[in-house]
């Protein structure tokens, strides 16, 4: 038995990592990597083994970054099952579609450049067959991978049908546990349950994405959002938040319409800008069960306490050109998170340049990608190729963060039987920040901790 660590090593996206048993190969998460176009592209194409090979894969979340292989390994031949939970199932047919739509129209633009044939890593007929694969587990029943691995899913607590693994490989005689937190969410956030704890592993494959911070406190930063909105509307600006389709928006959603019942702040237009985040807020609402116990039962006879119905959804490429021509304050929620596509580009080119506005950073920005340019005070953004003079007012919420941070990370590791607790391995990060997380664990106590390469294996005995 062993594990490779085939993606989010020692990076935050491309999540991937091989499980073989016996005569037996499964992956855990099949994600997209992000990255530079080009290395993306190529890595993305590439599996280090042959999909055909692959016997099941068992998703933790919806999220690209986990997700967003599917097609790519069905297109190469990959006809296993696909195991998910059932809101991670109706998420993925949305953001997988929206994908490929965007990946394809990336093409297009690079093809005109330079005058190439090329093909996109996917299509929407392999995202198709990519859904004709999937099996929905709900959270606590137990289940068979393949044989020799048994799984149970638990509640994650990051977003809408997110899931961690406690898996039980067994090979002859022997049998291990091994723990994967996918993304592990935090305590007292809106909407969603807290994650959920695991009593024992011996192996533990974690995601370190903030481990070496601690987060801001999540009240914080809606003081902090309102006081924004607030001074925003006083000047005559708009506010605009890049703000992630799944989870973030509809967080966004809930607490503005929070801040308004309290008088917080005053009543403004709301609008979300983003197909992918129309869609991913119509699931919200088919899966209330996903939603912690105070929210179901305040919701059970007025579904607008969820904010979700304040807001005007924009989806045609008209009515969003449109948004540019209005000069009162307003707030715009747009996609992607970190400004790297979608129409969030063109509300940021039309908007940056005004000081009455505000631009608000809700979520992580990687490294290199515009969104860490504006949380890094640029002077100037590029979009399209054009420089846009940076003006606005640029405030980031650090509390809003859908990750745990290295508290969050500890307590997890914490639950666990310490007698039991063999390695822990750190995935899903980057390497300054693992290397910290480490240090606090060993502080901790715990001896056994890795932070692998991509393509580091590690025998599981």
């Known amino acids: 038995m062993h594990i490779e660590f085939d993606g989010a090593a020692q990076t935050v996206t491309g999540s991937m990592h091989y499980i073989e048993v016996g005569d037996k190969r499964i992956l855990l998460d099949c994600g997209l990597y992000q990255g530079h176009r080009d290395e993306a592209f190529q890595r993305n194409k590439s599996f280090p083994f042959n999909p055909k090979d692959i016997d099941a894969i068992v998703l933790s979340h919806a999220h690209i970054d986990h997700s967003g292989n599917l097609p790519g390994i069905v297109k190469q031949g990959f006809r296993g099952t696909i195991f998910c939970t059932p809101a991670t199932r109706d998420l993925c047919n949305i953001m997988l579609a929206d994908s490929a739509f965007l990946q394809q129209k990336d093409i297009e633009f690079l093809e005109k450049k330079k005058k190439t044939h090329l093909e996109p890593l996917y299509s929407a007929d392999d995202v198709r067959e990519v859904l004709s694969l999937m099996r929905t587990i709900p959270y606590h029943r137990q289940f068979e991978v393949v044989k020799g691995i048994q799984c149970t899913y638990y509640d994650a607590g990051h977003i809408l049908g997110a899931a961690m693994l406690s898996l039980v490989l067994t090979e002859g005689s022997k049998s291990v546990t091994l723990a994967f937190t996918g993304d592990l969410g935090r305590k007292h956030r809106p909407l969603l349950r807290d ?67 309290d008088k917080k702040i005053p009543v403004l237009p709301i609008f979300v800008d983003s197909p992918l985040s129309v869609n991913a807020t119509s699931i919200y609402k088919q899966h209330h069960d996903c939603f912690e116990d105070d929210i179901q039962n305040c919701i059970l006879n007025d579904e607008d306490k969820l904010g979700f119905n304040d807001a005007t959804y924009i989806t045609s490429v008209d009515d969003s050109k449109r948004l540019n021509g209005i000069h009162d304050p307003c707030i715009i929620i747009s996609a992607s998170g970190m400004c790297e596509g979608g129409r969030i580009l063109h509300h940021l080119a039309n908007n940056v340049g005004d000081e009455r506005n505000t631009v608000m950073i809700v979520g992580y920005q990687a490294q290199d990608t515009l969104g860490s340019r504006l949380v890094q005070h640029a002077r100037f953004i590029r979009v399209y190729g054009e420089e846009y003079d940076v003006k606005c007012e640029v405030v ?34 980057e390497l300054d920040k693992q290397t910290v997380y480490k240090e606090a664990l060993k502080k901790n106590g715990y001896k056994n901790v890795e932070i692998p390469q991509r393509g580091q294996k590690a025998n599981i005995s």
């Not at 592993?201 to 974690?206: D, G, K, R």
């Not at 607030?230 to 005559?236: A, P, S």
């Not at 938040?241 to 966004?252: K, Y």
């Open 396 to 429: 980031q919420l650090h509390g809003m963060s859908a990750h745990g941070d290295q508290n969050d990370l500890l307590e997890f590791i914490k639950a666990l039987d310490v007698k039991k607790l063999q390695n822990i391995y750190l995935v899903h990060g």
């Open 195 to 261: 994650p959920e704890h695991l009593k024992e592993a011996e192996i533990v494959i974690s995601e370190s994405t903030y481990g070496d911070i601690i987060h801001e406190d999540p009240a914080e930063s809606v003081k902090l959002l309102a006081d924004a909105v607030v001074k925003t509307q006083k000047r005559g600006g708009k506010i605009i938040i890049p703000a992630f389709s799944v989870g973030r928006t509809q967080d966004l959603l809930y607490i503005l319409h929070g801040l308004v019942a």
